[in-house]
């Protein structure tokens, strides 16, 4: 199992431009999450799905859209990056029989300039 | 919505030296998990402990849910235990834990050998 991948490692970006930061997990779990990471900050919900098709805002989703059409896959779109938006994602999933433990991807370092 | 605190902010050990954090929460929850992030900035799970005690080698936690708090124990600390320590939690609302996690400010641990 390769568990939670995500891609780039890297990216910079000028503001206004637009990317799909990519997530996938094979270990066939039904949630998903998407989380920031700021400088000397814990991690910020962003946007969550429980399922194929399933998907809702969490604590600081502007800026950014998500869409779950297979079990495996959760990319979070910037449809204009602005600097606001450099930070560190991480990308997450568990399973509806595993309690919720949530196991988490290596992140994308984004660079708005 | 739901606070996660830790304590202490930072902590500087001698290599072999024990330690605790703390984390409070003020709501009741039904997924907690203690996170160590290292310089890579890679996540890694410690430990899934909504309630109880658990053990893994020189790690380990508590958490005692009816009074909101829990702990992590690291005994005869290492260098590569260095690291920001997290705990996150989500709120109980209605038994359903779906991964979406807020977590603390974080604990910042800097072991010298």
């Known amino acids: 199992n390769a568990g939670v991948t995500q891609t780039p490692k890297f990216q910079v970006l000028k503001t206004g431009q637009s990317m799909t930061l990519q997530c996938a997990q094979d270990?066939?779990?039904?949630?998903m999450s998407w989380y920031r990471q700021d400088p000397g900050m814990g991690l910020r919900l962003i946007h969550y799905?429980?399922?194929?098709?399933i998907t809702d805002q969490g604590e600081v989703p502007n800026g950014y859209n998500v869409s779950r059409s297979t079990t495996e896959d959760f990319p979070l779109r910037l449809l204009s990056a602005a600097p606001s938006q450099t930070s560190v994602y991480f990308c997450?999933?568990?399973?509806?029989w595993g309690a919720g433990e949530q196991f988490f991807g290596p992140g994308t370092r984004l660079t708005v300039l | 919505g739901i606070q996660v605190e830790q304590s202490p902010p930072d902590l500087i050990l001698q290599e072999g030296a024990n330690s605790t954090l703390r984390c409070n929460f003020s709501?009741?929850?039904?997924?907690l998990q203690w996170f160590h992030q290292n310089p890579w900035g890679q996540l890694i799970n410690l430990f899934y402990?909504?309630?109880g005690t658990k053990q893994n080698g020189r790690l380990s936690a508590t958490t005692v849910a009816t009074e909101r708090y829990s702990l992590l124990y690291i005994s005869s600390s290492q260098t590569t235990d260095s690291g920001v320590y997290f705990c996150?939690?989500?709120?109980?609302?209605?038994?359903?834990?779906?991964?979406?996690?807020?977590f603390g400010q974080g604990t910042i641990l800097t072991v010298h050998p």
């Open positions: 997450a999933s568990s399973g509806r």
């Open positions: 709501d009741s929850v039904n997924n």
């Open positions: 402990i909504p309630s």
């Open positions: 996150a939690v989500e709120k109980n609302a209605g038994g359903t834990s779906y991964g979406k996690l807020t």
């Open positions: 270990m066939n779990h039904e949630y």
């Open positions: 799905s429980v399922g194929a098709g």
